[in-house]
């Protein structure tokens, strides 16, 4: 089965900073996709940025992107010029290529992001 | 709100009291999900729906039962329910089952559900 695990349950960031957010996964599947969810307060959670494991080049979203190492099993995010908007739980999610996984999404325990005025 | 809608947003109920949380998406998508999130844990799929048909029941207690009417709209009939089931509850839709990464999935705002 797989899993995803979030190292980070809290993290920091100073307005217009820098901050990258870890994730690592375990599948013995070598085609997947991965994610990252933003989860504001009270609010719905939205997709930020999304992966697919057979592309070697990095996703990028404006001021999102991510480090996607393979054989690593990594998928770290990183939110560049970070705004008081960041603030938000942040969770990778994992989903099989495979059609009979039924589009299921593994998610991780989540890393709560505070921003610094 | 657009997209995915649920209510209540918040429901208090008694552990013999018989509750429904409602979903419904305006995405025209034909799949639908149930998702419990407790704190310091990972969201937990619950139920997954395509075309009406359930396809997926993840190990879940009885007295959590769905009921998907038609495509847009789903609900999670609770009864008799026990403390440790207070959660926030999400429901997602998205277009189908496909495995692309581009049939996302679509969160609504969850209820947060207290037992007593």
């Known amino acids: 089965a797989q899993t995803v695990t979030q190292s980070q349950p809290e993290m920091s960031v100073q307005e217009a900073e820098t901050v990258t957010l870890s994730c690592t996964y375990d599948t013995s599947e070598s085609d997947y996709y991965l994610f990252w969810y933003k989860q504001p307060p009270s609010r719905q959670m939205i997709l930020v940025i999304r992966q697919e494991a057979y592309k070697q080049q990095n996703a990028t979203e404006n001021r999102f992107s991510v480090n996607f190492q393979k054989a690593a099993k990594s998928f770290s995010l990183k939110i560049s010029d970070s705004q008081l908007g960041d603030a938000a739980m942040y969770f990778c999610a994992y989903r099989s290529a495979d059609g009979g996984s039924q589009g299921n999404l593994i998610f991780g325990k989540g890393t709560k992001l505070s921003v610094k005025p | 709100e657009t997209g995915v809608t649920q209510t209540p947003r918040h429901l208090v109920m008694g552990m013999t009291n018989k509750k429904s949380l409602k979903c419904e998406q305006h995405l025209g998508h034909n799949a639908m999900y149930w998702y419990k999130q407790s704190a310091k844990k990972p969201l937990e799929l619950m139920f997954v729906?395509?075309?009406?048909?359930?396809?997926e029941n993840n190990s879940v207690p009885s007295r959590f039962s769905p009921e998907c009417p038609n495509s847009s709209h789903l609900f999670l009939h609770l009864h008799t329910l026990q403390p440790e089931d207070s959660a926030l509850y999400l429901c997602?839709?998205?277009?189908?089952?496909?495995?692309?990464?581009?049939?996302?999935?679509?969160f609504g705002p969850g209820t947060r559900l207290t037992v007593l």
């Open positions: 729906y395509s075309l009406e048909e359930r396809v």
């Open positions: 997602a839709s998205s277009p189908g089952l496909a495995s692309s990464s581009y049939n996302e999935q679509f």
